[in-house]
């Protein structure tokens, strides 16, 4: 059963669907709410519709029917929004702090003004020493720390995560699950996280909604009602392995739908 039952949401997708010009119908009449401050991943097999979803809030581009309504008090607007691509897609030519810098000089903020903020964003990502260096003297997971840094200095409410570590290994993956939730809880963003990991959407979430294809719908609305921080004892928990294999049975159960 879906759970639409949220107070006051942030995003309250009401019956979204999207039929893309070729004729494929990527999303069809979704409808839930997330919560401002919440956690939220989507998981489903490729195809399901859950970039498209994303794409959709972040209103780079627009539902065929149904709506889209952002609450909270603050109004927010696209500008406010944060995203972060599974490909890191720096600028290969300029150092990180170039690369960080570039959202506010998009919105002519002075390279003086930009100094505090974006060193405060590389330091929240572990990066600090790393501002003169150019993205190929990096690692695949420091590239993608430059690439969180860089939606971080927008200081944005709500921050939109598309595979963000799907090209990463195993432990970097881990490693960088850790710090987005210990940064999460001490910004009070809002996350939307794009994810093919039932282990990672279970390990980060407050709430995993899992979707099918053909047409891209939402299947079921999962809960995951276990407290922060998580850490190792989480990972290596009974509830954890139970939540992940109720997932999964729902992932198996559409695609067999
Ligand atoms: P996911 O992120 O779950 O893999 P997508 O949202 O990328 O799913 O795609 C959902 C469906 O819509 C797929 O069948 C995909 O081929 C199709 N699709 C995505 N983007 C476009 C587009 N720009 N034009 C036509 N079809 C598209």
Redesign the pocket.
């Known amino acids: 059963m879906v759970n639409n039952q949220y107070a006051s949401p942030l995003i309250d997708l009401q019956s979204v669907s ?1 039929t ?3 004729g ?1 119908i ?2 069809d009449r979704v409808s839930t709410q997330i919560a401002q401050g919440s956690f939220v991943s989507l998981v ?12 959709i809030i972040a209103g780079l581009i627009t539902p065929s029917s149904g709506a889209l309504a952002w609450g909270g008090p603050d109004g927010i607007r696209p500008d406010d929004i944060g995203f972060v691509f599974q490909d890191a897609t720096l600028m290969p030519w300029a150092r990180v702090f170039e690369n960080v810098f570039l959202p506010l000089k998009l919105r002519g903020v002075s390279r003086q003004d930009a100094e505090p903020r974006i060193m405060n964003a590389l330091t929240r990502v572990g990066l600090a020493d790393f501002a003169q260096s150019f993205p190929r003297e990096l690692s695949g997971g420091m590239r993608m720390r430059v690439s969180i840094a860089r939606a971080l200095v927008m200081r944005p409410p709500v921050l939109l995560m ?1 595979e963000p570590f799907a090209a990463l290994d195993e432990f970097t993956r881990e490693k960088l699950d850790d710090d987005l939730l210990e940064l999460w809880q001490a910004e009070n963003w809002t996350v939307v996280f ?1 994810t093919h990991s039932v282990y990672e959407s279970v390990f980060l979430s407050e709430r995993v909604l899992v ?1 099918g ?2 047409p ?1 719908r939402l299947l079921r609305d999962i809960s995951v009602d276990m407290p922060y921080p998580r850490g190792r004892a989480f990972r290596e928990s009974h509830d954890y392995v139970i939540r992940c294999a109720e997932i999964s049975a729902a992932l198996r159960e559409g695609s067999e739908a």
């Open positions: 999207k893309y010009g070729s494929t990527a999303l489903g097999p490729s195809g399901c519709g859950k970039s498209t979803l994303l794409r598309d794009v979707m294809a053909r891209g």
